[in-house]
């Protein structure tokens, strides 16, 4: 009896250190076939409004905008717009229009969110300012590593090495202190659409939420990126700020229109890029789980 | 030497077959990535018109649709609808409608698609009439085995009973044919919702490209499948043949806004169930990667 105690204590821990990693295989497999469907109705706008990822699926988030998830859904949604842009027939009067949305289209931010925890707030208003430094660079690091082989530029390290050192907490780098560095990488599919369409002979629209102040680190930024000869960089001047994107973004258009603009193609990752009135004859929407602009 | 050649072989037959296994386990990795894309694009709209499936993904769709993806992405739909539904604030007065599509929305033809290729025509013409039926069953019946597990009904089983014993070819089982059969099943998740709107007070019309000669088979369908109480099922007349879906939908929408109706709501599989004029407030797109209708 006294012999067979630690076999049956051996087995017990086999069979309940099984049935715990086959409860968290299961609840990873459940999170994700969840937190696809959760994208799937952000990608079609079933969700609506929404503020955050859900908690349960930053992680996926992260893998899947570090991984090939991401850069396959750009390249495929490309060579869709690339495949319409073939058929349009060139004018060569130069009115022959595409538009293109900048953050998440155009560029990258994915180095801003990556330390912003992917589009949710890991950290709660609890934590010292020093646990959310730790906390924030240790998430930074892990995922930096894996963007910098994927997306093909050396702005994370950069924004890495910049900030690891500082004293305060990363929360306190904004958005648009983000916009100013101008070292957003760009989007590899899109850069390559881009340069087809110019090929092709569109003329290119740039219509940004960004505000006018932000003229000169988007410029800067685009042009590092490798986008040159648009026609227009449009972005939000003060009587614009306040309005609603879908708004502000057809009353731009409309504008384009009234010129004598033909706009064929429009590229966005929000629907508020795609939605409204004078839209184009066909949209294309790119991937974007990690935030909402209505 | 002599000794040592029958090691060597061994070697490098697993060296082979392991190289090959890997190559294979890329491979459908690989077209995994891409299909995911590929629904990505065909969900956003991003694709446009397409007439079927590429041939790489029709193993994917098949496993999305008899798999778990399919189920969850309409319960997510769903949810969100239900969620918004419940913000509405009801008059009492009868007219805050909801509009429903039918197929692939209220009811699912994966029956029949399942003995049709998945969205892809998978028997070349040059087969024989022979070989084209015993390609068809055998794909049929592995498939539906999984069907009845997922889905919940019995109808592909008594479909594919009945015409497994016909001499001629499954291919001449058109699709006027199997909604006759009124077998197609409830989409739980839709089933669901309809009731949760119907208890919170909404007047739900349905709005379905199927014509005019399918409303017999069609209303007993929906109440085989337990859909009752509907204000209106709508369907085309023989003055709608030939309009695009968007045209013939939003005309009629139209004529319920003329009505007075608030469209709340509309629920459907196909983006012209959803654009237009006289669109609801609030569109939910319902997961279709079987086919396209313009």
Known sequence: ?????PLFSLLLFIFISGTISQS?????????????????????????????????CVSYVQDYMTGD??????????SYALGFAKTVEIAGDGKDAWVFDVDETLLSNLPYYAVHGFG??????????????????????????ELTDRIDCSAPFKLLQRFAHRSESFDELSFDEWVDLAEAPAIQASLNLYKELKQLGF?????????????????KNLQLEGYSDWERLILRESSDQGKPAT????????????????IHGNSG???????????????FKLPNPLYYIP
């Open 247 to 262: 708004l502000y973004k057809s009353q731009r258009r409309l504008e384009l229109v009234n010129e004598g603009y033909r």
């Open 120 to 145: 949710y707030n890991l950290l709660p208003n609890s934590f010292s300012d020093s646990t959310r430094e730790e906390v924030v660079i240790t998430i930074s690091f892990r995922t930096i590593a």
């Open 24 to 56: 968290i295989i299961q609840l990873s497999r459940d999170h994700d076939v969840y937190c696809n469907s959760w994208r799937f109705s952000v990608e079609t706008n079933d969700v609506g409004y929404w503020d955050q990822v859900p908690s349960r």
């Open 1 to 5: 009896m006294a012999k067979s105690q």
């Open 269 to 283: 990752d929000q629907w508020s890029d795609l939605y409204g009135f004078a839209v184009s004859e066909r949209s």
């Open 69 to 78: 998830g991401y850069r396959s859904d750009s390249e495929v949604a490309a």
């Open 203 to 219: 003329t290119v629209f740039m219509l940004t939420g960004r505000s006018e102040h932000q003229r000169n680190a988007t410029v």
